[in-house]
């Protein structure tokens, strides 16, 4: 194949059949920009960006590492995703932290483990009593379910002053 032919190739023709090559161009040029957006998308969608996976997980400490949350940012609305919140104490002692903000409006509890000694509803959120080990540690495991759409912001507070501020999005 010539350089000539080449170029005929891609000029418009009326016979045999009516084309118009430089809008033929334009359209495959939009459909490699289409293959590359839906292989960018995939490849995020692996990675934790509409849920679970490395693009999601966070885990954030307070000031004074008395207070540390594991979760994921992004959530599926009707997917259950894990929350994990570690406490640090005196030994053997009753930890109390509060879980605040307006995410009880997108997400339900559906598991905590272990249950806490005591609960208490506390403004827009709850309050929990939880027994500390023999270093002082505990840990608190949250069984989220998403049910809303949108940013939901969260506070998770002790009553010595450790807190931790975040957001979370629910996908529809």
């Known amino acids: 194949m010539t350089d000539q032919d080449e170029q005929d190739d891609h000029r418009s023709r009326q016979f045999p059949v009516r084309e118009d090559m430089v809008f033929q161009h334009k359209v495959w040029r939009f459909e490699r920009v289409g293959w590359y957006v839906l292989v960018l998308l995939v490849v995020l969608t692996l990675l934790g960006l509409f849920s679970r996976g490395p693009l999601s997980d966070r885990k954030l400490y307070s000031s004074d590492g008395s207070l540390g949350v594991e979760y994921q940012a992004f ?3 009707g997917s259950a995703n894990a929350m994990t919140i570690r406490l640090k104490g005196q030994p053997n002692a009753v930890l109390e932290v509060e879980l605040g903000g307006d995410w009880l409006e997108g ?3 559906q ?9 208490a509803g506390a403004g827009q959120g709850m309050t929990l009593w939880v027994q500390a080990d023999e270093r002082g540690q505990a840990s608190l495991y949250l069984s989220l379910l998403g049910e809303g759409f949108g940013t939901y912001h969260s506070r998770i507070a002790t009553p ?7 957001n ?3 996908f529809p």
């Open 75 to 77: 959530h599926r609305n």
């Open 107 to 109: 997400f339900e509890v």
């Open 111 to 119: 598991a905590l483990q272990p249950p806490p000694m005591r609960s």
């Open 160 to 166: 010595g002053g450790a807190t931790v501020s975040f």
């Open 168 to 170: 979370q999005f629910i």
